[in-house]
């Protein structure tokens, strides 16, 4: 029984970000759409299709600009400790913002694309380095790859030696397009 309550477990923190995130976003458009939608009918008897998405990309980029100021700067910092204090949605919250960083903040970690040796007979995966420096594990002589899947929002963590990973000069875009893609999108060689 507490195996069957840990997979539960296990598949609600992977359920919920991601039907919480979709749901936020249909929703607030949604919303958005039909809000202001009705207030361009009844003022000047046009209906503007999409009007939702752009109102949720202005307020979300707004919301962005208010926090990099500096005089809220403080209530972003209160509100980021007090969700790190509530048990549950403290799990969700930092992995979901952690995630979202590591693609778009300022603590990028899919820059470093590499070439990951994988097994003696030569075969190789499309990785990118997110840590360097393992020595908080007690694993000096390696470092951390993520190699994503293709046609999926998952992949593997490989901890992997030093002397078996080959630093690619090439964008990290392209690299994750092509790997997410399953090799079917082209390299740009010309960066």
């Not at 030696?161 to 740009?188: E, H, W, Y």
Request: charged content about 20%.
């Amino acid at each position: 029984m507490r195996t069957l309550f840990n997979h539960f477990l296990r598949g609600l923190i992977f359920v919920f970000p991601l039907g919480a995130t979709i749901y936020i976003i249909v929703a607030s458009v949604g919303w958005a759409n039909e809000t202001f939608n009705r207030i361009f009918i009844n003022l000047f008897n046009i209906n503007f299709p999409g009007l939702g998405i752009v109102v949720v990309f202005l307020v979300i980029t707004f919301i962005g600009f208010l926090v990099s100021t500096t005089f809220l700067k403080p209530v972003y910092r209160f509100f980021d400790r007090t969700i790190a204090r509530m048990p549950l949605i403290k799990i969700i919250y930092t992995s979901l913002k952690e995630l979202t960083e590591a693609f778009v903040g300022e603590k990028r970690k899919f820059n470093k694309p590499v070439l990951v040796d994988v097994s003696d007979s030569g075969l190789k995966k499309l990785g990118f380095i997110t840590q360097e420096d393992l020595s908080d594990l007690l694993l000096k002589d390696l470092v951390a790859v993520y190699c994503p899947h293709s046609y999926n929002f998952s992949g593997n963590l490989f901890l992997a030696p030093r002397d078996k990973i080959q630093p690619l000069n090439i964008k990290a875009t392209d690299v994750m397009k092509f790997t997410v893609s399953a090799g079917v999108t082209q390299i740009n060689t010309d960066s």
